[in-house]
């Protein structure tokens, strides 16, 4: 009786002990303050970022499979029409292909935005040569769809182009460097 009694205590001992180191454990990592990122990168490693840019030309792609192709950016002339929005002379063109390979419909409700040398690009919408908006019809799992996009530059080799294609993606950041 006294072996089993001895048994038993032991092993309730060792459980207290191994309860005990397993609340210390998650104490002292949840016992940081919340502005404390010493004590929390200590305890979990950090995770790799994902970069949020992308060459002219490349593809970025979401966590999600939606992708996102820029085109490098080509000469542009606007016609008579074109409703230019800055005083920039030089202007620029992309190609913008959206490919939506998630497993949700995306509503395009994002855009496109760029800046150029020290300034903000200017977006040019000229509907005779096909630069309008982004489009408007919803996006299906499996489909892409392409538009064009015309932007005033005060530099054509200094472009930073920015594009999210609605409010629950990042936006990816595109440049020729």
Avoid at 17 to 32: F, N, Q
Avoid at 165 to 174: L, V
Wanted: charged content about 20%; some cysteine.
């Amino acid at each position: 009786m006294k072996k089993l009694s001895t048994t038993i205590a032991v092993a309730a001992l060792s459980a207290l002990t191994l309860t005990s180191c397993a609340t210390s454990k998650v104490s002292s990592s949840s016992a940081a303050p919340a502005g404390d990122s010493k004590s929390q990168a200590a305890d979990a490693p950090a995770a790799p970022e994902k970069a949020d840019t992308a060459l002219f030309g490349s593809t970025y792609t979401w966590d999600d499979g939606m992708q996102v192709t820029v085109s490098k950016p080509q000469n542009f002339k606007p016609s008579q029409y074109a409703a230019v929005m800055g005083k920039q002379t030089k202007f620029v063109l992309f190609t913008i292909t959206v490919k939506n390979g998630s497993k949700q419909k995306i509503d395009l409700v994002g855009s496109a935005t760029a800046q150029s040398g020290s300034g903000e690009a200017s977006p040019v919408f000229d509907s005779g040569k096909g630069v309008e908006s982004a489009p408007m019809t919803p996006l299906l799992p499996g489909r892409k769809v392409s538009y064009n996009a015309a932007f005033g530059v005060d530099d054509p080799k200094d472009i930073v182009l920015q594009y999210g294609p609605d409010f629950s993606h990042e936006n990816a950041i595109f440049t020729s460097k």
